[in-house]
């Protein structure tokens, strides 16, 4: 018997407004949203930003004849967070049924979310009008403090703090605990208990990381965001395993994620920054993380030959030659018998044939994907080009 899995995509990863900046394609431009499938097939949602319309356009209509219904967990009502629901094409299928929960807003009152619906479809807002919403929809009020199951996954809530509140949300599975704790700012001595509450021994904990340190404690302070040193205190105070910088700033490029990531891992074994695309996946002796290829353009087999240095999974330094032989102008495919640690920076040298003999061009490198190969004993590396 295998043991059971739950697999959690992320499909938007940015905060406060989506980004569409070359600069930031690697990590992504949709705003919030995540997907975790249970090992028994319930299917969850995190958020409604952006991210949640990428999700619908790769909808899978699940082909046991006994519909499930998708679980819709929000944490709260800042436009990041709920832009993408009218978007979200399942929601206008018959046969489909969602289960929303969210607080009761003291701004909005009773049917928070229902009225965040009807405002966003409201006439001049949106070309539609909320009865072409066909698929069934429930509502359900929660606050911070309370826990209840969902097909034997334990939920968990807690109060975050952020301007106009937030909630936070633990999911309990056979194959391991989620802690969800995006737009969250330190300093309020309660709450931030309850954060730890949350990430108590989680394998996964997700973490607001909009800003620097020195942002927070200058510039940013008061805005309900949170940083990646925060994040590295909770997963070390609360014995979380993995910890995901979340919620990037919309000014953040991918090298400047790259920096905030670098320097988290520094102080943390297991540390990811959210990329769009990425799948984390949990039940096995640790979580596992992959990444989407990188995109296809104008590829070009060729051999060169190459002198890669690196870090490998387990944090040492490497360095190695070998031949790259699938380049393209944003990345290559490297054999290598060291295995990199997952979106860390990789050195590549490369000797060129030139018109006056043999130069050399010099890369750095980001990796995006491992293949293993235990046939020929080393494994296929993705890498995205970064200068
Ligand atoms: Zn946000
Ligand atoms: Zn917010």
Redesign the pocket.
């Given at each position: 018997m295998t043991a059971p899995s739950a697999k959690l995509s992320f499909w938007g990863v940015r905060g406060s407004t989506p980004t569409v900046d070359p600069g930031t394609w690697r990590y992504g431009g949709n705003t919030p949203c995540l997907e975790l499938v249970a090992p028994d097939g319930t299917q969850f949602i995190l958020d409604c930003g952006t991210g949640l319309s990428m999700l619908g356009s790769r909808w899978v209509i699940p082909n046991n004849t006994q519909k499930a219904e998708t679980h819709i967990l929000v944490t709260?009502y800042?436009w990041?967070?709920i832009q993408g629901i009218p978007f979200f094409s399942p929601l206008y299928v018959e046969t489909n049924e969602f289960h929303f929960y969210s607080f009761r807003s003291k701004f909005l009152g009773r049917d928070s979310l229902k009225q965040v619906f009807e405002a966003q479809m409201a006439t001049p807002y949106f070309p539609v009008d909320l009865s072409a919403m066909s698929a069934k929809r429930k509502f359900k009020e929660v606050a911070g403090g309370e826990e209840f199951t969902i097909h034997g996954a334990k939920i968990v809530t807690r109060w975050l703090n952020?301007?106009q509140g937030?909630l936070g949300y633990r999911i309990e599975t056979p194959a391991g605990t989620v802690a969800y704790a995006t737009?969250n700012e330190p300093g309020d001595a309660k709450l931030d208990e309850s954060l730890r509450e949350l990430a108590a021994g989680a394998d996964v904990f997700i973490n607001d990381a909009q800003f620097t340190p020195e942002q927070l404690a200058t510039t940013r302070r008061g805005w309900?965001h949170s940083t990646w040193l925060e994040g590295v205190k909770v997963v070390r105070e609360a014995g979380a395993k993995t910890l995901v910088l979340f919620h990037h700033d919309p000014d953040s490029t991918d090298r400047m994620v790259d920096n905030l990531l670098r320097q988290a891992r520094d102080e943390f074994e297991s540390v990811y920054a959210a990329s769009e695309g990425m799948v984390l996946t949990l039940g096995g002796d640790r979580v596992e993380a992959h990444l989407p290829g990188a995109r296809s353009a104008l590829r070009r087999e060729a051999q060169f030959r190459a002198l890669v240095t690196g870090t490998t999974e387990d944090g040492h330094a490497f360095e190695e030659e070998t031949v790259v032989n699938d380049l393209s102008l944003q990345g290559a495919l490297i054999a290598l018998s060291h295995q990199p640690r997952l979106q860390s920076e990789l050195q590549v040298v490369m000797e060129t044939p030139g018109a006056n003999g043999a130069g050399s061009m010099r890369l750095r490198g980001y990796v995006v994907r491992i293949e293993n190969d235990p046939e020929k004993g080393c494994s296929a590396v993705g890498v995205v080009f970064t200068e």
């Open positions: 709260h800042h990041d967070h952020h301007p937030c737009d309900g």
